[in-house]
Nanobody
């Protein structure tokens, strides 16, 4: 299984970005998916996760109300819509997949850089 993220970039505070994560070598609907992020000098933290069917999204407090996780199993793709971005959202964003929930994420993408700056 391979995960490839895209959609990162430089955006001004208050702006939006939509990240995508394409899963290959497997069937997306078998995996519980998550987006994580890691800022320089910080731990890698969960941002949001979504169940196999997409009916049960979970958000960390800082993401609630600003970020939306979704999935299109037919396209083997998971998305993270990020609105009202803040400078503190600057980080590398990683997509991850796991077969069992709860459990450890087994597969990780290479990450995509998000920079929020004026």
């Amino acid at each position: 299984v391979q995960l490839v993220e895209s959609g990162g970039g430089l955006v001004q505070p208050g702006g939006s970005l939509r990240l995508s994560c394409v899963l290959s070598g497997g069937i997306l609907e078998k995996y519980w998916m998550g987006w994580h992020r890691q800022a320089p000098g910080e731990n890698r933290d969960l941002v949001a996760s979504i169940s196999w069917s997409g009916n049960t999204p979970h958000y960390e407090d800082f993401a609630q109300g600003r970020f939306t996780i979704s999935r299109d199993n037919a396209k083997n793709t998971v998305y993270l819509q990020m609105d009202l971005l803040k400078p503190e959202d600057t980080a590398i964003y990683y997509c991850a997949a796991r077969l069992i929930n709860p459990g450890a994420y087994e597969y990780w993408g290479q990450g995509t850089q998000v920079t929020v700056s004026a």
